[in-house]
């Protein structure tokens, strides 16, 4: 009963992500994308092909779960030069920037 209970939790959590993550209006979207291009490319290269920082192309993200993402986004990794995003981004834009950095780009 507790499992069913946890298993429709973590359904409910995860649907309420994706909602969330498609709720970003398409101007935050270029400014979210501008910021991935610029701030994000200043560590992990303008090509996100790894710099200062590792990797971040689809191929290199594909283990990775858009949440997690979203949580080092938002959070940082102590101990290295990812900073937290926290406050200057909500945890949706931090979704959206974890699915558009997994998605392969066609431009």
Known sequence: MADAWLIGAVIAAVASAAVAATEIAPP?????????????GSC????LKGGLGKPITPA?????DPEGLAAIILDGVPGTAMPPWRPLITEAEA???ADYLMKEKTE
């Open 28 to 40: 935050r979207q270029a400014e979210l994308e501008h910021m991935v291009i610029q701030d994000c």
């Open 44 to 47: 992990h290269g303008l090509t």
């Open 95 to 97: 979704l959206w920037i």
């Open 60 to 64: 290199d993200l594909a283990d990775h």
